[in-house]
């Protein structure tokens, strides 16, 4: 007979870990976010965007051609200084 023993614990920390690892390779997949992108992952109208923050200098953007971009480590890092802010 074979008995397997399992560290509830472990398997738990395990599984945290690795969701974390990817979720980092998730957000590192895009160097750069658009409009709708940033609208995506802020749950944010385009409109509500233009009022709260985006023409806040701090706010990293860059305006190629018609199209704005926005470097997604650096509008992260802004949006959590900026929600702490509210």
Same mark, same amino acid.
């Given at each position: 007979? $074979?008995?397997v ?16 690892r990817? $979720?980092s ?6 160097i750069?976010?658009?409009a709708?992108e940033?609208?995506?992952r ?5 409109n509500? $965007?233009q009022?709260q923050?985006f ?16 470097p997604?480590?650096?509008a992260q890092e802004?949006?959590n200084?900026? $929600?702490n802010?509210q």
């Amino acid at each position: 007979m $074979i008995t397997v023993s399992i560290n509830e614990a472990e398997v738990q920390e395990m599984t945290r870990v690795e969701i974390k690892r990817v $979720i980092s390779d998730m957000d590192s997949e895009l160097i750069f976010w658009d409009a709708k992108e940033l609208m995506r992952r802020t749950c944010m109208s385009w409109n509500f $965007i233009q009022q709260q923050f985006f023409f806040d200098k701090r706010f990293p953007k860059k305006k190629i051609g018609a199209k704005w971009y926005f470097p997604s480590r650096e509008a992260q890092e802004f949006l959590n200084v900026w $929600i702490n802010e509210q």
